[in-house]
């Protein structure tokens, strides 16, 4: 059985992928629309029968299709005071892990980020205002570690609040879920 497809990228127009053989055969592919073509001219070897190993499989794009994408984040947000029914407030997103600072990740979901003065006064994301400030309540372990300008606008606040245009969600690696406390300034205790 092919293990897996590996994308190896695109080049006027065709796209080649190289199947993982268990027993380490380098055959690579390229594919135009529905079709594969080997490197050595074959046509349609769609059911790689080049390889023993992989005579059992069926389409490459059903193979392929069978690959898991990249890691992703899961995101819970809780907002600063209640609903009205008396339970917090809650926002969810997810991310492809590793890509995105969490600031973006909000933002283009339309999640509350900044209080009335941040919105007036935020820098934008670069890291030089301090008025995005969230509170890491679960999974600070999928995230990146505190970057030197946090260490200066957050040397008395709480190791798990962070500046969310300074925090990367992931790293290309990790999966999992994140729970942060939205504006936790305004939190009522």
Known sequence: MVEAL??????SGSCFIKPAFPDGCKARFSCKGQQLRSFSGEKNVSRFARHPAAANSSSPLESSNQMQGPPVIELEFVGPESGSDGAPRLDTASAVSGEKLLRNIMLDNKIEL???YGKVMNCGGGGSCGTCLVQILEGRNLLNERTD???RYLRKKPENWRLACQTIVGNKANSGKVVVQKLPQKKRK
């Open 149 to 151: 300008t946090e260490h």
């Open 6 to 11: 590996h994308f190896l990228g695109f080049h």
């Open 114 to 116: 900044y209080d009335l």
